[in-house]
């Protein structure tokens, strides 16, 4: 765990088989939910939103979206570490990623005000996108540096004003009981701003709705909130890569458990 590379974990911390009829037609009972909160229950809340002139009225609805799609996927969201969280600190979730339950558990179960850096693709559906870029879901193009520079200053701008920020550090979904080499952008961010970092283990979402899978399990999925770990006085130049190996390694000590 000491270096940045790619974790498969031993077949006793990975996850059962997933099942086949069934979980394809949960799946797709699932994205149906999807479509009919998006295309037809965020338009008019973008713009009721538009008319008060405040973007922040859409952010109860999609934490509402958010749980309730987990709930009626047949999802079970376990939230443990919400301690190690102060009330008034804003923080840089620093997470796995093996699904797109990752997502919202994110951003409706931490009990902050969460923004969260997605892939570009993610805010190019229509309505969907439409309605992220409200919540300060923010796109990063990670094929490109200059831009995804100036995605994660505007999320450090963010998080001055007091909102959090979650990432997913792979930059991609990780297959099924995997743990991949870890980007540096957040860590850049976390260590330009001087928040503080809440490593973040996401647990048994990859057999709940794993990459390319293409079915949708019930399961009860973790989330575990791990100990804050400062980055005040701390430099890019002589502490990043020390930082992402401590980061990181908390994360795969705990998928062990």
């Known amino acids: 765990m000491a270096k940045n590379e790619k974790i498969v974990f031993p077949e006793n911390f990975s996850t059962k ?5 069934t979980g394809k037609l949960r799946y797709y009972f ?3 939910i ?6 037809f229950l965020m338009p008019p809340i973008m ?29 079970k969201i376990v939230v443990r570490g919400q301690e190690n969280l102060a009330a008034n600190q804003s923080y840089v979730f620093i997470s796995n990623h093996r699904s797109y339950l990752d997502t919202a558990m994110m951003f409706a179960y931490t009990g902050k005000k969460m923004g969260v850096i997605a892939k570009k693709e993610m805010l190019d559906w229509m309505v969907a996108g439409k309605f992220m870029s409200y919540v300060n879901v923010i796109a990063i193009d990670r094929t490109n540096t200059e831009s995804a520079i100036r995605t994660m200053k505007n999320a450090g701008d ?18 099924r009981g995997e743990l991949l080499p870890f980007k540096k952008g957040a860590f ?5 701003t001087g928040f503080p970092i809440i ?3 996401m647990k048994n979402t990859d057999y709940a709705m794993g990459k390319r899978q293409n079915t949708a399990n ?14 005040k006085n701390l430099t890019a130049e002589k502490d990043l890569a020390d930082l992402l190996i401590k980061v990181r390694g908390a994360i795969a000590e705990e998928l062990c458990k």
């Open 17 to 21: 088989n997933v099942s086949s009829l």
């Open 30 to 32: 699932s994205l149906s």
């Open 34 to 39: 999807l479509a009919v909160f998006f295309l």
């Open 47 to 75: 713009l009721v939103a538009r008319i008060k002139g405040d973007r922040e009225y859409a952010y109860p609805f999609a934490a509402w979206g958010a749980r309730s799609w987990m709930r009626w996927s047949g999802m």
């Open 158 to 175: 963010k998080l001055r004003e007091g909102i959090s920020f979650g990432v997913f550090a792979e930059g991609t979904r990780a297959m």
């Open 188 to 192: 850049y961010m976390a260590l330009e």
């Open 199 to 201: 490593p973040v283990a």
């Open 218 to 231: 019930p399961a009860t999925c973790e989330m575990i909130l791990l100990p804050p770990i400062e980055t």
